[in-house]
Each structure stands twice: as C-alpha cells, then as structure tokens.
C-alpha cells in the first residue's frame, strides 16, 4: 500500500512537473536541475528544495551565467516557496521579489502548478513595502514623523558583501542604491532597489548581504517601532 501511494505521488509530481514553464530553459543542464527541485518540492521536501535551487542560483553567477535570467529567477522563486513552508518569512520575502524582478511574467506562469503555495506571499503584510507600511501604521508600530522622543534605527553590524568567485573585480564601478525596513527586533526585511544598476550580479551581492544586517530598531519614548532605512553602494577596485 505504501509503495502504491509513493507511486501515485511520483506519478502526479511528474505530471505537474512536465506543464511546468521552467521547461523553457535553453540550458539542457540548469532545465534538468530545475526539474528534479521542481519535484522536490511538488513532493514536499521545502528542506531539500531551498538546498539544491540556492545551489543553482549561486552556481549561475559563479559560472559566470548571469544572463540566464529565467532559470535563475526560477531558482529563486522555489527557493522562497520552500523557505515559505518553512516559515522563514524574510528570506521567501526577499527572494520571491528577487524572482520576480528578474522574470516579470513569473508569477502567472507558476500559478499554473503553483498556485496553493505561491497564493502565501499575497497574503504576507511584507508583501511589498507599501502595505507594510500601511499594516504596520494600523497596528500603531510603524515610526511616526513626529511626537515623542523619536529615535531612528541605527545599523549595529554589517556584513561584506562577497565579491564573485569568477572574478573579483566583476561589480567594479557599480552603484546601488536601496530601501529596507527595519523590524522592532532589528533584522531587514523586504530590500527594494531604489536606483542604480541593472548589473544583476551586482543588486543580487546587495540584497544577499543586506538582509542579515543587524540594527538598533527605531523607538519612540523608548519604545521599538518598524521604520524605513536606505543606504547605497558603490563598488571600488579590490587593492
């Protein structure tokens, strides 16, 4: 009975994953990779899902594949649903709008055999910065303009962003300019680029890095409150 039911399994999973639009990936390799995660996580395995596509997403820049824009937004996308199963909310955030800026039709095309789990991040307050803004407000803990001792969110620890294996002067010249929220325990949520480069390698380091900053959360009268910070990159020569 359990081998029948595993053959079922098996059986739907390849169905689904065989209507899936990843199979529009030229790369016969990254196409074959993007399946078996597919499966992965149509099966139910978030753990080994968010492992084998960050694999993939990574080995895409360090290969120095950056113009496959779709396999990788891909990568991410499965990335953040399993990350979602998981309940790791900021990183499925982060991810999932990664996803979607590199692959703008993304959204439509996973619903198709997505559409339980990728309806999750519609229903997130985070969902993009605006209705966090507004929720939050709502909910009096957002960092109001004025009234009381305000103190705005100081950044504690940062982190270096990594320069590509490829080449280490790959984002020389670069400029990034970007928006976070701050949470009322310090952490970053949902990065958004505000201005700068269309170098993908280049707003991918940022947000990667940018999201395991540590802050001083805003208060007011002492207080911690969710605020807004920005901050911006530019890139130099490695001396």
């Given at each position: 009975m359990v081998l029948i039911l595993v053959a079922l399994v098996l059986t739907q999973a390849s169905n689904l994953s065989a209507e899936l639009p990843l199979d529009t990936v030229k790369d016969d390799k990254l196409r074959?990779?993007?399946?078996?995660?597919?499966?992965?996580?149509?099966?139910?395995?978030?753990?080994?899902?968010?492992?084998?596509?960050?694999?993939?997403a990574w080995s895409?820049?360090?290969?120095?594949?950056?113009?496959?824009?779709?396999?990788?937004?891909?990568?991410?996308?499965?990335?953040?649903?399993?990350?979602?199963?998981?309940?790791?909310?900021?990183?499925?955030?982060?991810?999932?709008?990664?996803?979607?800026?590199?692959?703008?039709?993304l959204r439509a095309e996973l619903m198709l055999?997505?559409?339980?789990?990728?309806?999750?991040?519609?229903?997130?307050?985070?969902?993009?910065?605006?209705?966090?803004?507004?929720?939050?407000?709502?909910?009096?803990?957002?960092?109001?303009?004025?009234?009381?001792?305000?103190?705005?969110?100081q950044v504690r620890q940062k982190t270096t962003i990594p320069s590509p294996e490829r080449k280490r002067n790959a984002l020389v010249g670069q400029r990034v300019k970007v928006s976070y929220l701050v949470g009322r325990q310090g952490r970053t949520y949902t990065p958004v680029v505000e201005e700068g480069s269309d170098n993908t390698l280049a707003i991918f380091s940022v947000l990667e890095?940018?999201?395991?900053?540590?802050?001083?959360?805003?208060?007011?009268?002492?207080?911690?409150?969710?605020?807004?910070?920005?901050?911006?990159?530019?890139?130099?020569r490695n001396r």
């Open positions: 074959k990779a993007l399946r078996e995660v597919a499966l992965q996580l149509l099966i139910g395995n978030p753990v080994v899902t968010r492992s084998n596509a960050r694999n993939i895409i820049f360090n290969r120095g594949q950056s113009q496959n824009r779709k396999a990788l937004a891909y990568a991410l996308a499965m990335q953040a649903v399993a990350e979602a199963n998981l309940k790791l909310d900021r990183e499925a955030l982060w991810h999932w709008d990664m996803a979607q800026a590199l692959q703008p039709s055999s997505y559409s339980g789990l990728v309806g999750m991040f519609d229903a997130s307050p985070f969902r993009d910065q605006p209705s966090a803004i507004e929720f939050l407000s709502g909910r009096g803990e957002w960092l109001p303009s004025e009234g009381g001792v305000i103190q705005t969110a890095s940018i999201l395991v900053w540590q802050h001083d959360p805003a208060t007011v009268d002492g207080e911690t409150r969710w605020s807004r910070l920005g901050s911006a990159f530019s890139f130099q």
